[in-house]
């Protein structure tokens, strides 16, 4: 596979690369380069999921060794879960199962926690190193990525250090390329912009976009707008079957505009989902409606779509009906393997609520 095939793969289904320059230098040094992307354990995985494993894919066939970072003291800073560290890296153990459920190459990952490299005096180092060269402000304005206001750094200090954490994450383990949802940009700039200051390599910011919920997206501010499972009633967890997500995609958020393709949740789930994962979309309707139809690609559905050809309803009975075909695996992974998701779900009782 030559240069340029792999900056495909790399790309694609992608909101934003900084810099391209900087990952075709990458390609042409290193035939397989490492890649991270990280979470913080605190719930039941939704939808999105899907399309992250789809773009791990892409970066194993493009050669990357990739790491999946749990992030559990991240996680304990941000109160996650009660603040509890041992249901935070048990959510950990069942989030890995979510990924081998969806398809992850095993082969081709690593897994690992924030708690392998923080008890590392070095890190601490970089800690400082880092924290050394970033303004108060500038570590203010990145703790949108949990989630966050600026102004919530008064309440505890520990969440100060969350941004700092992060960027550590990604020179500790010395990483090629760091990979996330576009929520989690201002991190990966703070990142680059050390980078600069201390002389250390740069590492290239790899962005998909953020899945809109059900009820709509939010053009002008995406994460706002995000699927989330902290929303039931707008989000679709990978555990949903057809029967519990029909409900849902009957209320969801369908405007037949071209205008508002970027933010129709319905049409996002058939493009970064459906379609990578399946390659063609079967709609089957009444014959006094057209009859059964097949798209080979998005595109195609979308001009039907746009064309008034296929109707919001008909699309929405298309996509639960893919959704549930994708979801079977993952349903068939966990009869199978049910000890971490039920353990996650004796945490949720004793929690109450998830955060």
């Avoid at 303004?135 to 600026?150: C, D, N, Q, Y």
């Avoid at 059964?292 to 298309?318: H, Q, R």
Wanted: charged residues 25%; negative net charge.
């Amino acid at each position: 596979m030559d240069v340029e095939q792999r900056m495909a793969l790399v790309t694609r289904n992608t909101e934003e690369l900084v810099t391209e320059e900087e990952l075709r230098a990458l390609l042409i040094e290193k035939e397989h380069p490492t890649a991270y992307i990280g979470f913080e354990p605190s719930g039941l995985v939704h939808l999105g999921w899907a399309l992250v494993t789809s773009k791990i894919k892409d970066l194993t066939d493009a050669g990357f060794k990739v790491i999946i970072f749990w992030a559990d003291w991240h996680a304990y800073i941000n109160d996650k879960l009660g603040g509890d560290l041992n249901s935070i890296q048990t959510c950990a153990r069942y989030m890995e199962d979510c990924f081998k459920a969806l398809g992850v190459p095993e082969d081709k990952v690593e897994f690992k926690y924030a708690s392998d490299i923080l008890d590392n005096i070095e890190y601490w180092g970089l800690v400082i190193k880092i924290a050394k060269v970033t303004s108060l402000s500038r570590v203010k304005r990145a703790m949108t990525i949990m989630g966050r206001s600026e102004d919530e750094a008064e309440v505890d200090s520990s969440k100060v250090l969350y941004p700092l954490l992060q960027a550590t994450d990604i020179f500790c383990m010395k990483v090629d390329l760091t990979y996330a949802g576009l929520d989690q940009r201002r991190a990966h700039m703070l990142a680059r912009d050390a980078a600069d200051k201390l002389g250390w390599k740069k590492p290239i910011a790899l962005h998909t976009p953020l899945l809109p919920g059900l009820k709509g997206g939010d053009r002008m501010n995406p994460a706002a707008g995000k699927m989330s499972k902290s929303d039931p009633n707008s989000s679709i967890n990978i555990h949903d079957t057809a029967e519990t997500i029909a409900p849902k995609m009957k209320k969801a958020f369908c405007p037949p505009e071209k205008e508002s393709e970027d933010v129709n949740p319905v049409l996002m789930l058939c493009k970064y989902i459906i379609f990578p994962r399946l390659g063609n979309m079967d709609i089957s309707r009444p014959e006094k409606y057209g009859g059964d139809v097949s798209f080979s690609s998005y595109e195609e559905l979308t001009e039907s779509y746009f064309g008034g050809k296929l109707s919001p309803p008909d699309l929405k009975n298309g996509v639960t009906a893919s959704l549930g075909k994708i979801l079977e695996p993952v349903h068939e992974y966990f009869a199978k393997h049910p000890e971490n998701y039920n353990a996650m779900q004796e945490i949720f009782a004793n929690v109450g609520k998830l955060r």
